[in-house]
């Protein structure tokens, strides 16, 4: 095993050596880093050019300045000397310097971006497969090859134009129409009865029942002023609560095991317990505070499914932590919502923003920050999700039909096993197998595709490192790019056949 | 743009009467494929609206001299007819409009007056270029690299496959702007050539997998041992019983060339003006869409269209090669191969 | 029941666990929820300005940090271009009396004294005094230098190079070591040369008391007493570098570049109507009012937010979702109505940056004077503009002088008598008559990356080849380098004029000048008349001179001015539209917001 890992390493490295050759040569040779001078009527140009060719050494070819590039490079593996050495940019700004803040930018969003485009892939396509053929299999077939042939750009832009500005808009006066009321109600009923299937009268039920109450719930929010001053209040809370420990004991556990339901149920009750007595200490929370909570959350979930016993203390301690992570959610939501007056102040009512990441000059509680940080990113991040979303849902809808025709499940199913476990314990990891290896790559693609998203919502991030670097012919920007994002791809890769091990039985490291 | 090149979305599988059907008749596997592919009607009726689409194009503003039957050219300066707006009119005259007519420019003009739609088709025909042209260097480079690779194992697979590996940790769209950086001004061609000479790394892998599986047959041995030529045995016995993984694969590379065609004209490293491409059309014209919106959903709906008439090809084709479920196998991806690190327990 | 009591236990557990949660959590707490952008003391507001590149610099002069963004920024800090002058947005050049004066006491040898009001001070509360301005004398005359550079690799072979500067050190490299007066207050400089743009120069830059402290020094005044004491510099006999004056150079090349809002409150002194107070590298830089500014630029705004997008439909849509209350960008046609449609203020008018085709004297083709003139009838500079840059500047209009925009004053005038009417019209027939029924062959070399650029070259392909000229395109993304080999016959490319002042003419119109990419020799004599002509009416009329002889030898033509656009919200108000590269920040002082 450590054998392994160590060989793997070193051929990571001569890879990232040989690819970093390739790329500094290509960038090397098509940069024009002088274009500014040249063309400019200045009377000391010839100055300016051999200022500029002295400090980029630029009378060096492109091949030989790579080795010194690199020589600069490998000042980095000295441990703790802080002597990296990545080059400057023609504004002289050293590389090592403005990296970092590109990269947190880059990676918070590629992160978000990659985390809720698997979850909402994968749940999308273990549903389209376990209706297959269906009216909804077929739509989300359709939608998800038309998100894969939709240029990024261009969905940012009509994300923009219509759910920045247009919500915006709609908050001035946030009255939902009658119209609206109808055409929202139909189509999550029609959303819901697709969803839930049965035969006709039952969809019918559930298509009115659904569509009356989400327009029923969207009046009562318009009527009483809610979009301007969210916020859950206790009866919601403890009904979402409520909601989410029966559905984490009955998806995981079945209605039928009884620890589980006793396990869901404490947590819940801590979790409404914990809304009532720590709002005050919400008030003075800081980002340190709520990872604390969430520690604490976690350790309860985990506790609460051991302790409660039986004869498989690991499903419970399933169920615990399922429903103690999203009731916390819950109440940390409700406190959320409750900073949203203070971010439509700070930004005269229009919250939802179409550039950068952060509104200058808004500081205050964790609250608000991250309010503001969460209005900023939800378009570039919808943006980028939906590169990769409509890959992950049809790789998981094929994968689970895959697993589903084999014979271990119709063993399963055979010996009597509940749907539900045959679903969720025995297909489902199964069917992860094989995403593994398709994070790998998507990481690629999603890094890729920032270049745009970054550029579109002016997020200073890589992308736009990288961007601007090619653009003026800048070359040690281009290549500290490179470098993240090559380690990056190489990194989860290895990542990717660590979990592939993990998940399959069958495969073994040597 | 999306997943990586070669990747795309998975087939819906084929229904068992087809299934049955397939496995009782007697007949040659090409036979079968075809079969198969006709039955598929969204990827029949996808193939004859793509060659419609290029067909089209080729035949409004013709090639290099050829003329075409529409009267302008894509580089022609017009008069400004009707404010630049389109002169295409759909609306019958007893439903109110204006009747249905072409007029003097249907997709409307450019600032300085060349016809939107010559310039709209010339987009398509160098949009299917660099889709062609990038998918086919890139398949068969794929396709020699991998299957060396992968027949001769070892030390060559060892080195070929690093090599491989050099080039695959560079995202595509940034290769892409580095190469369209350098070759963008040198015409659609070039840049679709040197575009293609780094995209071959998907199918190189997933040839070199199905290399690594099928050279262990009985039928290559056979043809070992009737004396073949190494180069007989890849060409002439592997090569075409692993057409299925090639061919699709191409498809998705054509398609996401497409998608990184259009990319890197909106970062301006694509085709470069006078010449046109679908994505520079809709990047140099983006500031336009909420004044003058046709300058950007005319190339931005052909774009899409292509893209998805492309991809649902790709499936058919991935349906009809693939009948059981066997399917496109994300493992032969891997970077690591099954062997020699990653070995089944026995 | 035993569950019960295992309910109980894991209650009771669930309990031990918040207690020892909570025990954690009083380590990591805020003291209550702070304030929440409650930054409107003033009552003036805050008005946000979208802009295209970040900050890298806070001094502007250096080659590497040269750039619009640290120019604003050092506006709007009264270095270089704020504290004794500015420019309007008519192109004069306006007295900042209240700062200080200065004025030409003679003309041989050409005497300017600068004198500073005793009331200014630094942000950090220190006096500007004499120290300052000698200071920034030493900066911009490279006086102290005695460096041979090597033209291969650009490195400083012999010699010492203290100061490096962007902006060519000609005019003040003739000035002698200045005279401070006793009340240190006050700074006479002595031309050698006469030098026709002695009222640009604007001597405050650095504070010398910040200068002199980097390089160990105790005070400003130990900074003059050293450079009062320095030999001048000689590239020929380069004396030994003196360590602390290197020291300083040192400090004011690089010291000022960064990469994060300084820890260093040093770096942030400024002696100008603003100060900076944080910086969100690629994405916000803040400013407030200098609480020590005394001048006349005081701001009536409380904070200055620039907000870096570096796209320009970003930024349309930036302003319609209020996230940003003016910009300027790169302008198309579509942005103007996109701007007109969000219900904005938009302003237009013509930048400084003009387009022209030149034609290669070196050239066989173009020998013949009729031949250059038939090409020029050719060119359908109506039809450009009106394609290019109409739908974006309705007023904009061709272009027809060499030297002067429309802005400048002697403009109207020269145009009326300098020979241009005779290009005002396409004139393929009086074309033809000229060629005389020869077919030359003409490569036109652009910028094949300049969407206005090409366009402009299809526009003249078309219309010359009317006239029997084979045009050869010789559009590259490498035009800048290919420039000045001379291997096209004509070009299409941009100036920027400087709107104020005269000494970029011998640049481009002197045979030897650095752009002088034409080869042409016409108006050498003339272009290096206007460097040492001080008289402003004999500088005109020599100007004028010029502008005709290039019309009647065929140099080119020019064909329009880039326009640009402003956006600008309706909650600020006092904006103005100025084409040079300081954009709206020009009467910044001028803003308010309407609440």
């Known amino acids: 095993m450590v054998s392994f890992i160590l060989r793997r390493i070193l051929v990571s490295i001569l890879i990232l050596i040989a690819a970093s050759f390739l790329m500094y040569v290509m960038v090397g040779y098509s940069a024009q880093p002088l274009q500014d001078l040249e063309s400019s009527n200045s009377p000391n140009k010839q100055q300016l050019i051999d200022a500029r060719v002295a400090r980029l050494d630029l009378d060096v070819p492109p091949p030989l300045r790579w080795v010194l590039w690199l020589g600069g490079v490998a000042k980095c593996a000295i441990p703790f000397a802080n002597a990296c050495d990545l080059g400057s940019t ?25 985390v809720l485009a698997i979850l909402l892939g994968v749940t999308i396509g273990i549903i389209t497969a376990l209706r297959q053929y269906s009216g909804l299999d077929n739509t989300v077939t359709f939608v998800s090859f038309f998100l894969f042939s939709l240029p990024a750009f261009l969905v940012a832009v009509l994300l923009k134009e219509f759910i920045a500005i247009g919500f915006n808009d709609f908050l001035r006066d946030p009255v939902i129409g009658g119209t609206a009321l109808v055409v929202i109600g139909v189509i999550i009923g029609a959303i819901w009865q697709s969803l839930l299937g049965g035969d006709r009268r039952r969809r019918l039920v559930v298509f009115l029942v659904s569509g009356l109450a989400t327009s029923g719930v969207l009046l009562l929010m318009s009527a009483t002023g809610w979009f301007e001053n969210p916020g859950l209040g206790p009866i919601p809370v403890i009904l979402l609560v409520a909601a989410i420990a ?26 409404i317990a914990a809304y009532f007595s720590l709002q005050p200490l919400f008030d003075v929370s800081s980002a340190g505070t709520l990872f604390i909570l969430a520690l604490a959350t976690i350790g309860v979930g985990l506790v609460s499914g051991f302790l409660a016993g039986g004869y498989d203390r690991g499903q419970n301690m399933r169920v615990g932590l399922v429903t103690a992570l999203f009731s916390g959610a819950v109440v940390l939501l409700d406190r959320f919502m409750q900073s949203w007056g203070d971010l439509l102040t700070a930004t005269n009512g229009r919250p939802i923003a179409t550039v950068g990441s952060k509104t200058p000059g808004v500081s205050g509680d964790v609250w608000l920050t991250g309010l503001d940080t969460f209005a900023h990113l939800t378009l570039p991040i919808v943006a980028l999700l939906l590169i990769s979303f409509a890959g992950y849902t049809r790789y998981s809808r094929a994968g689970m039909l895959e697993v589903l025709s084999l014979d271990f499940i119709r063993t399963a199913r055979a010996k009597g096993l509940p749907e539900r476990t045959v679903i969720v314990r025995h297909a489902f990891r199964n069917m992860l197998i094989p995403l593994t290896t398709l994070v790998a790559f998507d990481v690629g693609a999603l890094l890729g595709g920032a270049i745009i998203t970054e550029k579109i919502f002016a997020i200073p991030g890589m992308g736009s490192l990288f961007n601007s670097g090619l653009e003026r012919g800048d070359l040690n920007p281009v290549m500290g790019y490179f470098l993240i994002v090559a380690a990056m791809a190489i990194t989860f890769n290895f990542l990717a056949d660590m979990a592939y091990a993990g998940l399959d039985p069958r495969v073994r490291i040597r | 743009m999306s997943t990586p090149i070669g990747l795309g979305p998975t087939p819906p599988e084929v229904p068992a009467d087809e299934l049955a059907a397939a496995n009782s008749l007697p007949e040659s596997q090409g036979r079968l494929i075809w079969r198969r592919f006709v039955g598929n009607r969204v990827a029949v009726a996808s193939i004859i609206v793509l060659l419609a689409i290029i067909l089209f194009s080729f035949s409004a503003i013709g090639i290099g001299p050829i003329p075409g039957w529409w009267r302008f050219g894509f580089k022609e300066l017009n008069p400004q007819v009707n404010g630049g707006d389109p002169t295409l009119s759909l609306l019958p005259q007893f439903l109110g409009g204006d009747g249905v007519s072409l007029g003097e420019h249907p997709f409307g003009q450019d600032r300085i007056g060349k016809d939107y739609f010559a310039m709209t088709m010339r987009g398509i025909q160098n949009s299917a270029l660099v889709m062609v042209v990038l998918g086919l260097i890139a398949t068969v480079v794929g396709v020699v690299v991998g299957a060396i690779a992968g027949y001769y194992r070892g030390t060559v697979d060892a080195i070929l496959m690093r090599v491989t590996d050099v080039f695959i940790v560079i995202p595509a769209l940034v290769i892409g702007s580095v ?54 045995i890849i060409f002439k016995h592997i090569l075409p019983n692993a057409m299925g993984v090639v061919i699709v694969s191409a498809t998705l590379i054509m398609a996401s060339a497409i998608l990184l065609e259009t990319a890197l004209s909106y970062l301006g490293y694509g085709i470069r003006s006078p ?67 990653l070995e089944p327990k026995p | 029941m035993s569950i019960r009591g295992k309910l109980f236990r894991k209650s009771l557990s669930g309990v031990a666990v918040l207690g020892v949660a909570a025990l954690a959590l009083t380590a990591c707490t805020t003291t209550g929820s702070t304030d ?172 010398a008391h910040i200068v002199a402290k980097k390089a160990g020094l105790g005070s400003a005044a130990d900074l003059t007493e050293l450079i009062m004491g320095l030999p001048k510099g000689d590239p020929a006999s380069p004396a030994e570098a003196d360590p602390t004056f290197k020291a300083a150079a040192d400090f004011v090349n690089t010291g000022y570049d960064v990469t994060a809002f300084p820890t260093d409150p040093d770096l942030l002194v400024s002696s100008g109507p603003m100060v900076p107070t944080g910086w969100t590298p690629g994405q916000s830089f803040t400013m407030e009012p200098n609480k020590f500014y005394v001048a006349g630029m005081k701001p009536k705004i409380d904070k200055l937010i620039l907000r870096v997008i570096p796209d320009a439909n970003a930024e349309v849509t930036a302003l319609q979702n209020g996230e940003v209350d003016i910009m300027y960008p790169q302008a198309s046609a579509d942005t103007l109505t996109a701007l007109e449609n969000t219900g904005a203020d938009v302003l237009t008018g013509d930048q400084l940056s003009y ?49 002067w925009v429309p802005a400048n004053e002697p403009y109207s005038d020269s145009v009326s008598n300098n020979g241009s009417s005779d290009y005002a019209e396409v004139d393929i027939e009086g074309a033809k008559t000229l060629l005389a029924g020869a077919t030359p062959t003409v490569s036109i070399l652009y910028n094949s990356n300049n969407p206005n650029r090409v366009d402009t070259f299809q526009a003249i392909q078309e219309s010359a080849s ?130």
């Open chain 1, 90 to 114: 023609i504004s002289n700004a050293q590389v090592v310097d403005i990296l970092p803040n590109a990269l947190a930018a880059t990676v918070q969003l590629v992160t978000f971006a990659l």
């Open chain 2, 275 to 341: 010449d046109v491409s679908l994505g520079l059309l809709i990047s140099s014209n983006q500031s336009a869409f909420q004044t003058r919106p046709w300058l950007f959903w005319w190339p931005g709906a052909f774009i899409v269209s292509l893209a998805l008439l492309v991809n649902f090809v790709g499936d058919g084709l991935r349906d009809a090669f693939d009948p059981r479920h066997r399917r496109f196998k994300l493992s032969k991806m891997r970077e690591t191969p099954p062997e020699p690190e």
């Open chain 3, 355 to 403: 387009d022209h085709v030149d034609l290669n004297f070196g050239s066989e083709v173009f020998a013949d004077l009729s031949v250059r003139q038939a090409f020029l009838k050719t060119i359908p500079r109506q039809q450009i503009l009106d394609s290019l840059i109409t739908p974006i500047n309705p007023d904009a209009e061709v272009l027809n002088s060499q030297i």
């Open chain 2, 179 to 232: 190469v369209g950086h350098w070759f963008g001004s040198l015409g659609a061609p070039v840049l679709a050539i040197m575009l293609g000479f780094f995209s071959w790394m998907g199918i190189a892998r997933l040839v070199r997998g199905e290399f690594l599986s099928l050279r262990e047959r009985e039928f290559v041995e056979a043809a070992r041992v009737a004396g073949a030529s190494d180069m007989r």
């Open chain 3, 36 to 207: 929440t952008n409650t930054d409107t003391a003033g009552g003036g507001g805050t008005v946000t300005v979208a802009i295209v590149n970040d900050f890298t610099s806070f001094n502007n002069q250096t080659p590497q940090s040269n750039l619009d963004t640290n120019g604003i920024i050092g506006y709007l800090m009264g270095n270089y271009g704020s504290a004794f002058s500015y420019v309007d947005n008519e192109f004069n050049l306006v007295h900042e009396e209240e700062f200080g004066t200065f004025e030409k006491t003679s003309d041989d040898p050409q005497t300017v004294t600068y004198t500073l009001n005793p009331d200014n001070k630094w942000s950090d509360g220190e006096p500007v005094t004499a120290d300052d301005m000698l200071l920034s004398w030493a900066t911009q005359s490279g006086f102290f230098n005695s460096s041979t550079t090597d033209p291969d690799s650009g490195e400083v072979v012999t010699g010492t190079q203290y100061f490096d500067l962007a902006a060519s050190t000609a005019g003040l490299d003739t000035t002698a070591l200045p005279t401070i007066s006793d009340d240190n207050l006050s700074m006479t400089l002595v031309y050698g040369t006469p030098y026709v743009d002695w009222e640009i120069i604007n001597p405050i830059g650095q504070p």
């Open chain 1, 246 to 271: 029966a559905g984490a004991a009955t998806l995981l556990a079945g209605l039928r095991n009884r620890r589980a339901l006793i396990t869901a149920g404490i947590n819940a009750a801590l979790a």
């Open chain 3, 466 to 595: 009317q006239a029997g000229f084979n045009i050869v395109d010789k559009g590259s993304p490498d035009w800048s380098s290919l420039l000045s080999g001379g291997d096209y016959e004509a070009s299409i490319f941009g100036w920027i004029s400087p709107g104020v002042g005269s000494a970029g003419i011998s640049q481009i119109f002197s045979t030897d000048g650095g752009g002088n990419y034409s080869r042409y020799t016409g108006t050498n004599d003339d272009a290096l008349l206007t460097q040492i002509t001080l008289d402003p009416d004999e500088l005109i009329a020599i100007e004028k001179r010029m502008d005709k002889q290039m019309f009647a030898d065929a140099y080119g033509l020019p064909l329009f001015q880039l326009p640009g656009v402003f956006g600008v919200s309706k909650r600020v108000s006092g904006v103005e539209y100025m084409g040079n590269q300081t954009g709206p920040f020009w009467n910044f002082w001028e803003w308010s917001v309407n609440e």
